[in-house]
């Protein structure tokens, strides 16, 4: 009778593994078009121009090593919705659209400073988009943007966006600018947004504005850009450029896009993206220059490097925050056009002195500029929090309202070290 028992047990098992390993909704990997930068620009009506860059797997791991913009193709479609986009898309492909590996989204400066509440909601909602994608403006169209990237120095263009928008890591000129940081930043009482301005307009090329009020048709408002063909425009107009052209159509970073919740409202300047990498304690590493301690128009070059978190110092005197910011950074000299003989200590004293006079001053004009939008870019109030007890205190302080108000002293410390130059002299005889 158990031996009856135990053998109903096994075969019933058996059979509910048939079951269980159907695969009626199963998707096939060369069935799917991989999406790996998203634009959106205003449409017509209610209506976005959404841009769509789809990778082409068969061009990207094809033999012949080949980089660039044929590695890629865009579509734009006029929709409502990303959610509606991507069925328009669908529709005129011959692959079901995919956005799991979306490396960049971008949307134009004019849409920004609308309102993008809407926008980052269904992208944080949206399962298939990955927290950690960046999110950037662009000063031009996102979509000419898109189209006209080039990653010369990458096969995959998901690669290129990987290692350009990490960039922070390793230079002074970028700042980690994340879907998840944005969503947060723009729903938070304690902090605002600062995320990475792009600028991708070409030298005497006007066709940012051409493209808007030509699209009559709805499903045909799909405009279809696939970069790998050549058309006889795109030939004459790759033989006719010179690389000064195709550098300036390539994308560069413009600075921060400042936020207020989730609009934008102004933008810090490609030369105080370090004082903010200072202040949210992200530099890296990252260089300045400063005039030399003894020879008047004479330069030297400083690489610095964070190693140790800024600290904040928050008193409360009549409702107004008075603020002590202390910065300790590592300095290592890298070259110097004047003849100094900065390992005497007077020398190397007085060009300490000057690296710690040029960081206070940029970091009092980002707090100037921050001030003047109204806008806690560097997240300073979760110091400011600390002050209150409880929770409904420092709601009562209106953090949002009060930043302009905020009173600042900087403190700089910077470590020089001048003997690095030395070594490096040394090894490379």
Not at 313 to 339: A, C, F, Q, W, Y
Not at 364 to 389: C, H, M, P, W
Not at 410 to 428: G, T
């Amino acid at each position: 009778m158990q031996h009856n028992k135990s053998f109903k047990l096994i075969l019933l098992l058996l059979l509910s593994l048939f079951l269980t390993t159907g695969c009626y909704n199963k998707k096939e990997l060369d069935n799917l078009a991989y999406v790996i930068g998203i634009g959106a620009d205003i449409g017509s009506g209610d209506n976005l121009d959404i841009t769509y860059q789809i990778a082409i797997p068969l061009k990207v791991s094809s033999n012949e090593g080949k980089t660039g913009e044929e590695n890629f193709t865009t579509y734009t479609v006029s929709a409502p919705s990303l959610y509606v986009g991507n069925s328009k898309v669908n529709a005129l492909t011959s692959k079901e659209v995919n956005l799991s590996h979306v490396k960049l989204i971008v949307y134009s400066e004019e849409l920004a400073k609308n309102d993008l509440s809407g926008h980052i909601n269904s992208l944080i909602s949206n399962v298939s988009i990955r927290p950690k994608t960046t999110v950037a403006i662009c000063k031009n169209s996102a979509k000419d943007f898109l189209k006209n990237i080039t990653p010369d120095l990458e096969s995959s263009p998901a690669r290129y966006y990987e290692l350009l928008f990490s960039s922070q890591n390793r230079t002074n000129e970028s700042a980690k600018s994340e879907l998840i940081d944005f969503y947060t930043a723009t729903t938070s009482i304690e902090r605002d947004s600062a995320i990475i301005l792009l600028s991708n307009k070409k030298s005497g090329d006007d066709s940012d504005t051409s493209k808007k009020s030509g699209n009559s048709n709805d499903s045909q408002n799909s405009e279809q850009n696939s970069t790998g063909s050549s058309s006889e425009g795109q030939s004459s107009q790759g033989s006719s450029s010179s690389q000064g052209d195709k550098e300036n159509s390539q994308k560069k970073f413009a600075g921060l896009a400042v936020f207020k919740g989730s609009k934008m409202v102004g933008e810090i300047p490609q030369d105080l993206i370090m004082s903010h990498l200072i202040l949210t304690n992200e530099l890296k590493q990252g260089d300045i220059t400063v005039y030399d301690a003894k020879e008047d128009g004479k330069l030297a070059s400083i690489f610095l490097r964070q190693e140790k978190k800024c600290k904040y110092d928050v008193t409360m005197k009549n409702d107004i925050p008075e603020i002590n910011i202390k910065i300790k950074l590592t300095g290592h000299l890298r070259s110097s056009t004047s003849t100094t003989d900065y390992l005497d200590k007077e020398n190397k004293n007085i060009l300490t002195s000057n690296i710690e006079k040029e960081i206070k001053t940029l970091v009092e004009k980002y707090i100037q500029l921050t001030q003047s939008y109204n806008t806690d870019t560097a997240g300073i109030g979760r110091y400011v929090k600390q002050e209150f007890l409880t929770w409904d205190e420092f709601e009562k302080l209106k953090w949002n309202e009060q930043y302009k108000n905020a009173r600042f002293n900087i403190n700089v410390d910077v470590d020089l070290n001048v003997s690095r130059i030395i070594f490096h002299r040394i090894s490379n005889i």
